[in-house]
């Protein structure tokens, strides 16, 4: 197909880069992407890549490529909120990690080689629909479009459909070096006054790790700065007493509603994070990310007719996909993200911690 038609996708994370990247490979000639910050640019985010990202990126031919920049996991150190802790092991990748801003530095520049027209530093105010088309408002002036993709993460003001009020986390990291630890082992730590969240330590390529956590957006007292300052006290032990720490903290809020909302308005098609499409429990949504920004570009390919006409009806397929592709696992983590709430949690984690529980999880694990 050659399509001459104006294309924009707002925010350039895995969602946006994807559809990008996807709509300029089926033909479309026109297709812009949008980033409100420069480039690159850092992003509040572990940068674990579990199974479901990876074989993803494996459909994709991208993942040997990307994991040349990752760190290889074989093994997570769970913690339970009564602080005893348990090893899961695999005799093969459990995950990759690699740092958001190197993700989605090599997801840009896919979309670019594919022939995206890519402009950072573009911050989008406002999307407005008028008959035959969609004009994106910018600081440096607008954009006309017959289709946009809005996946601009938690904080997307033109996304009026999905406002962020009620399902929301708040998480905060920082990079270090010189910080003991398993370059092979992500650790998990789970405590009452993160509840029903938790705090991590990654690995990252050249000895660095990432610590963070996520906690609840309504909690009382501590700030965001006083939770990582006694997790890096109380979690890490006597590790962090001579580890360096690389840049400031940055936080963000996580857009976790565990319920899928309306993600088309008529030529607006919404994505990613943008469109809530997180895992409750774990926060990740690397892999909806990926998932939502490839059936946006399907559902705006499947629009198109003759190449010169968008039918905005035809658009509507994209709410029945985005539905039947992420319903169960989205409605299942916000169950999991309950139990992790109730009372019912701690005593379940400290017997997950026993060493019998955690012979068995080996066995399991190693003949997945």
Not at 16 to 39: M, Y
Not at 63 to 71: F, H, I, R
Not at 193 to 211: I, K, Q, R
Not at 327 to 346: E, H, K, Q
Request: hydrophobic residues 45%.
């Amino acid at each position: 197909m050659n399509c001459d038609l104006p294309l924009c996708v707002v925010g350039a994370g895995p969602s946006g880069a994807t559809a990008a990247r996807l709509l300029a490979q089926s033909g479309c000639r026109r297709v812009i992407l949008l980033e409100k910050c420069g480039w690159p640019r850092r992003k509040t985010c572990a940068g674990g890549l579990g199974p479901r990202a990876r074989e993803w990126l494996d459909r994709q031919g991208l993942l040997k490529e990307a994991s040349v920049a990752a760190s290889r996991i074989t093994s997570l150190r769970f913690t339970a909120p009564s602080g005893k802790s348990a090893r899961l092991t695999m005799n093969r990748e459990m995950a990759i990690v690699m740092p958001r801003d190197s993700l989605d530095a090599f997801l840009v520049s896919k979309a670019i080689a594919a022939g995206v027209d890519f402009r950072p530093s573009t911050e989008v105010t406002s999307v407005r629909q008028e008959s035959g088309g969609v004009v994106v408002c910018t600081h440096g002036g607008d954009i006309e479009a017959d289709a946009v993709v809005l996946a601009a993460g938690a904080l997307n003001r033109a996304a009026d459909k999905q406002p962020l009020r009620t399902g929301c986390a708040h998480s905060i990291m920082a990079r270090f070096a010189d910080f003991p630890h398993n370059p092979g082992e992500m650790e998990m730590i789970y405590s009452k006054n993160l509840s029903p969240y938790y705090a991590w330590l990654f690995p990252e390529p050249g000895g660095l790790v990432n610590v963070g956590l996520v906690a609840p957006s309504r909690r009382k007292g501590a700030s965001l700065h006083d939770l990582f300052d006694d997790a890096l006290e109380n979690f890490f032990g006597w590790r962090p007493a001579g580890a360096r720490q690389i840049g400031r903290r940055y936080g963000a809020p996580i857009r976790c509603p565990g319920r899928i909302g309306t993600v088309v308005d008529g030529r607006v098609l919404i994505a990613g994070e943008s469109a809530g499409l997180v895992h409750c429990l774990t926060c990740e949504g690397i892999p909806y990310a990926l998932e939502s920004g490839e059936l946006a570009a399907s559902a705006i390919v499947r629009s198109i007719t003759g190449g010169s006409r968008l039918d905005p009806l035809a658009l509507r397929w994209y709410q029945r996909a985005v539905e039947r592709r992420f319903w169960l696992p989205v409605t299942m983590s916000a169950l999991y993200r309950w139990f992790v709430a109730s009372p019912a949690f701690p005593p379940a984690a400290h017997l997950g911690t026993s060493p019998m529980f955690e012979r068995f999880s080996a066995f399991v694990l190693a003949k997945a």
